[in-house]
């Protein structure tokens, strides 16, 4: 068989089926009985598909004997997978290897090669890895190695505790914490031409320091200095923040060594005698402490630092930030990627 001869019907068919059909396979099958029809010889169309010869006669056959049904791969034919998802050991397998090799997919594939028995290519890993869920991301910093998993889960407890009496009014809730602000500027990522980048341009000044005691309904008392935040200067700010208190309030707080000095410590007392109260954060857990959010949005997102030329600049802009917050600037912690309890 030289040629496939074509009545108009079938040609309609196949230039429908060339056109529009969602398989590949399918369209190109459909091309190459086209040209046939059209005289071109088998060889030809070989090259051009890069498909040889005997597979092309193949399609011939299958559509006298089968019609535009025969140009289709039937279920259960086909290259089979080397990899299923459905075989549950050989998962498992992949997942163990996949943590060990996790920074790179060649000895990924290397390894996986050796113990199959069979080749495993970095294309069909990275294709079998994705099915799975996988993708490649940057490891996170985490320090939960350095917990206390006993002293962890009772301050854990004690904080949702803390919540379900902020949500029924029992109590007013704020989370506290430190953060400087500088020139030498923060890198966030954003959609940008490829091959040009939006530059910012860094510079070695003397920051700003931020004290912040923010609520979850985003109501913030944010106090600043230049130097560095000493036990003192944190106990200034929280003699301030206790006057303006209306109900009895728990602030939470990180366990950093000017929130345990002597001087704070006598101060929690009398604090404690006008409805104040301190609840330190299990060790090591700046996850549990949601203010982090702020200090991220502000920097990575809020903070134009590719348009700011001066730290007084960035000054007037973080101030203005801190002042909108809760109006302009408004965080959803449900919306979050935090501790579940905070939704």
């Known amino acids: 068989m030289r040629y496939i001869k074509l009545t108009s019907l079938e040609k309609e068919t196949l230039t429908e089926g060339y056109r529009n059909h969602p398989k590949h396979h399918v369209r190109q099958r459909c091309q190459a009985l086209l040209l046939s029809d059209e005289s071109w010889r088998v060889k030809a169309i070989s090259k051009l598909l890069k498909i040889r010869t005997r597979t092309i006669y193949a399609w011939m056959?299958?559509?006298?004997?089968?019609?535009?049904?025969?140009?289709?791969?039937?279920?259960?034919?086909?290259?089979?997978?080397?990899?299923?998802?459905?075989?549950?050991?050989?998962?498992?397998?992949?997942k163990k290897k996949a943590l060990k090799y996790a920074r790179s997919l060649k000895q990924l594939a290397i390894q996986l090669t050796k113990e199959l028995g069979f080749e495993v290519t970095r294309h069909t890993l990275r294709r079998f890895l994705k099915k799975l869920g996988y993708s490649w991301k940057r490891f996170r910093k985490s320090l939960k190695k350095k917990q206390d998993e006993e002293e962890y889960q009772k301050k854990f407890a004690e904080l949702q505790q803390l919540l379900e009496l902020y949500k029924s009014g029992y109590i007013d809730l704020f989370f506290a914490d430190e953060s400087g602000f500088n020139m030498e500027g923060y890198v966030p990522y954003g959609w940008q031409p490829k091959g040009e980048?939006?530059?910012?341009?860094?510079?070695?000044?003397?920051?700003?320091?931020?004290?912040?005691?923010?609520?979850?309904?985003?109501?913030?008392?944010?106090?600043?200095?230049?130097?560095?935040?000493?036990?003192?200067?944190?106990?200034?700010?929280?003699?301030?923040?206790?006057?303006?208190?209306?109900?009895?309030?728990?602030?939470?707080?990180?366990?950093a060594s000017i929130h345990h000095s002597g001087q704070f410590e006598t101060k929690m007392k009398v604090w404690k005698e006008d409805d104040l109260?301190?609840?330190?954060?299990?060790?090591?857990?700046?996850?549990?402490?949601?203010?982090?959010?702020?200090?991220?949005?502000?920097?990575?997102?809020?903070?134009?630092?590719?348009?700011?030329?001066?730290?007084?600049?960035?000054?007037?802009?973080?101030?203005?930030?801190?002042?909108?917050?809760?109006?302009?600037?408004?965080?959803?912690?449900?919306?979050?990627?935090?501790?579940n309890i905070f939704g």
């Open 277 to 339: 109260y301190i609840f330190f954060l299990p060790t090591y857990s700046p996850h549990l402490n949601p203010i982090e959010i702020l200090w991220r949005k502000i920097k990575y997102e809020w903070l134009p630092y590719e348009e700011i030329e001066s730290q007084e600049e960035l000054e007037q802009r973080l101030e203005r930030i801190l002042n909108e917050f809760g109006n302009e600037y408004i965080i959803n912690f449900k919306e979050q990627k935090v501790s």
């Open 61 to 94: 056959h299958r559509w006298q004997f089968m019609g535009i049904v025969g140009l289709m791969i039937l279920p259960g034919r086909g290259l089979k997978p080397k990899l299923s998802v459905q075989d549950k050991e050989l998962v498992k397998m992949i």
């Open 197 to 255: 980048y939006i530059e910012i341009t860094p510079s070695k000044t003397k920051g700003i320091q931020i004290f912040g005691l923010m609520s979850l309904d985003n109501r913030l008392e944010a106090y600043s200095c230049k130097g560095s935040i000493t036990s003192e200067v944190v106990i200034s700010f929280l003699d301030d923040f206790h006057t303006r208190i209306k109900q009895p309030t728990v602030v939470v707080i990180d366990n």
